[in-house]
T-cell receptor
Framework: EAGVTQFPSHSVIEKGQTVTLRCDPI?????LYWYRRVMGKEIKFLLH????????ESGMPNNRFLAERTGGTYSTLKVQPAELEDSGVYFC??????????????FGPGTRLTVT | AQSVTQPDIHITVSEGASLELRCNYS??????LFWYVQSPGQGLQLLLK??????LVQGIKGFEAEFKRSQSSFNLRKPSVHWSDAAEYFC??????????????FGKGTHLIIQP
């Protein structure tokens, strides 16, 4: 079974440009999560999709970030326009809803975003 | 709001020695507790989790963790470390809503360095 995949693995853009990150969850996983780790800080939750619906977007830092999951399969996270403080590693995770005792999230390798 | 504290940013251990990584959490009820490991270039891999029941949890790669409610702790242990255990370790706390697991709250991580 393929794991969570993310594309690209690394992106370098200039301040003011737009970048779109993609996440392909494990097939059949209805839950999809985005996280971000800024250098030196903890991994922070951004948002949670259940199928194509946003279940929780309380962690999205501001309206320059737009996440979509059309069709309930892969997801994209767009940053427009990018700022220097957006640099960091963006992780995606997915999970099935198997109830609370079996709940676990599978993480992708992350996309390292560098804004110069 | 929940929070996780990993007080040690770096820990150096000799190969073959025992290991304990500390984790304290803050949450109003009994949370779901997780330990993840990230090796260079890899995504986060789940080592073990606690939901309820036996407070000593066994995980993969010979790791275990003990949930202590009175101390709000969930420390990770291994009796004898191997050079391949060098990685960054993250403690996380989560909750569960009807639609699936909620976004996780992570600690800042502990870098484990193994001395030969």
């Amino acid at each position: 079974e393929a794991g969570v995949t993310q594309f690209p693995s690394h992106s370098v853009i200039e301040k003011g440009q737009t970048v779109t990150l993609r996440c392909d969850p494990i097939s059949g996983h209805d839950n999809l999560y985005w996280y971000r780790r800024v250098m030196g800080k903890e991994i922070k939750f951004l948002l949670h999709f259940v199928k194509e619906s946003k279940q929780d977007e309380s962690g999205m830092p501001n309206n320059r970030f737009l996440a979509e999951r059309t069709g309930g399969t892969y997801s994209t996270l767009k940053v427009q326009p990018a700022e220097l403080e957006d640099s960091g590693v963006y992780f995606c995770a997915s999970s099935q809803d198997l109830g609370p005792t079996r709940a676990r999230q599978y993480f992708g390798p992350g996309t390292r975003l560098t804004v110069t | 709001a929940q929070s996780v504290t990993q007080p040690d940013i770096h820990i150096t251990v000799s190969e073959g020695a025992s290991l304990e990584l500390r984790c304290n959490y803050s949450y109003g009820a009994t949370p779901y507790l997780f330990w993840y490991v990230q090796s260079p270039g890899q995504g986060l891999q789940l080592l073990l989790k606690y939901f309820s029941g036996d407070t000593l949890v066994q995980g993969i790669k010979g790791f275990e963790a003990e949930f202590k409610r009175s101390q709000s702790s969930f420390n990770l242990r291994k009796p004898s470390v191997h050079w391949s255990d060098a990685a960054e370790y993250f403690c996380a706390v989560g909750t569960y809503s009807g639609g699936g697991a909620d976004g996780l709250t992570f600690g800042k991580g502990t870098h484990l360095i193994i001395q030969p």
